[in-house]
């Protein structure tokens, strides 16, 4: 399969009043500006895609930490779910980086994968990219989790995985 680069770059938060960073301000860390290539996971489908909403915005104009956190949790049981066959329940946030802010209008896509289990649990592994402007073809990746699920039976005790 064909790899796609991508070109990101990061800004750190700068308010719209202050003129584009340039080069020579690299070394600020609020006119940081960073370039990097990537290849988004060409391998595997999304788990789950989503345009956030101007509800779910912050005090800062950006989409509330808590509301990707949420699809994060959400994208991770998916794959954990089905490795377990069955219901599942999150015990743990194993470690969650944001790494850009996810604007109104970005189309978010989170891909899941489950990277180790346990005799109950089954870590996986959410890695979240953000395609600015919803059809614009800027890709950064804005999110890394890795989350812990465990598996129960119907007395919500936890039960091996099968």
């Known amino acids: 399969m064909n790899a796609i680069p991508i070109t990101i770059e990061t800004v750190a938060a700068v308010p719209a009043a202050m003129p584009t960073p340039t080069p020579a301000a690299a070394t600020d860390v609020v006119n940081d500006v960073v370039s990097d290539t990537v290849t988004l996971p060409l391998d595997r489908q999304p788990t789950i895609r989503i345009i956030p909403m101007p509800a779910d915005t912050n005090a800062n104009g950006t989409i509330f930490g808590g509301w990707v956190m949420a699809q ?4 991770g049981s998916v794959p954990a779910s089905e490795r377990a066959m069955g219901r599942v329940v999150t015990v743990a946030v194993n470690s969650f980086l944001f790494k850009q802010p ?4 970005d189309l978010v896509s989170f891909y899941a994968q489950v990277i180790k289990t346990g005799r109950t649990s089954i ?3 959410v890695e979240v990219y953000a395609q600015r402007h919803r059809f614009g073809s800027e890709v950064v990746k804005v999110t ?4 812990t699920y465990v598996a129960i039976d119907e007395n919500h005790k936890p039960r091996p995985l099968v």
């Open 123 to 125: 870590t996986v592994e």
């Open 102 to 105: 996810v604007f109104v209008g």
């Open 72 to 75: 994060v949790d959400l994208a």
């Open 144 to 147: 890394e989790a890795v989350l």
